[in-house]
């Protein structure tokens, strides 16, 4: 589809309001995005608040990772400019056999791999504007990191966290820590690490430092996160106190990245990056940054300013991602931690174990586009995201 056909159809009344749908229709009379107690709209008005002109926002890179390939164009005549402004990564795949690599399963959605970098560096690295290399041998690891799948139907998308302590082999290197592939051998190692481990093969990558993810935090104004309960300050980490905080971007910063104090460390580390990333969404959804141009202009190109994809997503790929997301609603993405196995110390080193055999059975649904009877299936095993978030 083309920039010109994308807006002529973003022009009609097509259907129910969905995550990249924005409604003016009540702006200035005090009822315009109203939620329930989750956060979420009430979608039981969505007939009366629907109207032609809604403008769609993809968030797949935009939540930093649902930071996954850029945020595009929620009009057409910045489509191609912004698609244009993210970094490309190249070599970003394993120079191995296709024969040593998990066979792609046709019909099957996409799975993208989202990197979060500790670069240790003052100056960003990832992204058109990065001064320092997206990878050098040490410089880096890899802080966060989410498989996101994007359903074949486009009808829901899922999320699971690999703690950045999990004890894995490394190609080439015997077993350590996963965050270490990435300091190893960049971009390609991480793949290579992440498909031998789930036996997925994964079709794209999406990188941002801190320094993107504060600039991106700040963009849309700051994020409110929820802490259930006070947390007092340990070490290095700082004291919360239970309530609702409006983070800026050097809040939200320390929010994800503490995992001191924390009951389960690295755990619910990754539940509190999860749920940034979710509050992320709902935020930039209800604050207006859809209906301002301003705003979402300024928001677009700082996400092509901080983060970087494989060069393998074209433009027209975004467009089609893009496009393809529209029927996508809140209560379609779910968030989750790959199957918990327990702590341990190898060569005086803390780490966390994988649940190899509950983890085969949801990297099986994974690869096979059956998430949605995976969550079914599983609904109290396995570890999903909830609201009462440490």
């Known amino acids: 589809m083309t920039p010109r056909e994308w807006a002529d159809e973003a022009d009609e009344d097509s259907g129910p309001l969905s995550i990249f749908d924005h409604d003016e229709s009540n702006e200035g009379d005090g009822t315009d995005g109203s939620t329930g107690p989750d956060g979420e ?52 795949f394993p120079n191995v056999p296709a024969s040593e690599q998990p066979t792609a399963v046709p019909h099957s ?38 498989l996101m799948h994007i359903s074949a139907d486009r009808k829901s998308v899922a999320l699971v966290s690999i703690p950045r302590d999990t004890w894995v082999p490394v190609p080439g290197h015997g077993s350590a820590k996963i965050n270490a592939a990435y300091s190893w051998g960049g971009p390609a190692l991480m793949v290579q690490t992440v498909q031998d481990l789930t036996k997925i093969r994964i079709d794209h ?3 941002i430092d801190w ?12 994020v409110d996160i929820t802490i ?19 983070m800026d971007g050097a809040q939200a910063l320390l929010y994800v990245r503490e995992r001191h104090g924390l009951p389960n460390g690295d755990l619910d580390r990754t539940k509190r990056q999860q749920n940034f ?7 930039t959804m209800n604050s207006g940054t859809l209906s301002s141009p301003s705003r979402l202009t300024g928001l677009l190109g700082t996400i092509g300013d901080v983060a970087s994809v494989d060069d393998r ?25 790959a199957p918990f196995g327990g702590f341990d110390t190898v060569d005086g080193q803390s780490v966390v174990l994988m649940d190899n055999g509950a983890a085969g059975v ?20 396995a570890d999903t995201l909830g609201t009462d978030v440490n």
């Not at 089609?320 to 379609?332: E, K």
């Open 41 to 92: 709209r009430d979608l039981a008005d969505a007939p009366r608040r629907r109207r032609r002109g809604r403008r769609l926002l993809l968030w797949t890179l935009g939540v930093l990772l649902l930071l996954a390939g850029g945020a595009l164009g929620a009009v057409a005549w910045t489509a191609e400019h912004y698609a244009s402004s993210v970094a490309r990564i190249p070599n970003a």
């Open 109 to 146: 959605g996409q799975t993208f791999l989202l990197v979060g970098l500790d670069a240790r560096s003052d100056q960003p690295t990832t992204g058109k504007d990065a001064k320092a290399p997206a990878w050098q041998v040490g410089a880096q690891r890899s802080d966060t990191m989410m």
């Open 205 to 207: 990558v999406a990188v």
């Open 211 to 222: 320094n993107g993810f504060r600039a991106l935090t700040d963009a849309v104004g700051g």
């Open 228 to 246: 259930p309960r006070t947390i007092e300050a340990k070490g290095d980490a700082r004291e919360w106190l239970a309530g609702t905080h409006h």
């Open 277 to 283: 990333l979710r509050s992320l969404m709902l935020q």
């Open 313 to 337: 997503l074209s433009n027209s790929d975004l467009y089609d991602l893009a496009w393809s997301l529209r029927a996508v609603r809140p209560d379609g993405v779910h968030f989750m931690n």
């Open 362 to 381: 949801l990297w099986d649904a994974m690869r096979t586009d059956r998430m949605d009877d995976y969550l079914a299936q599983h609904r109290t095993s």
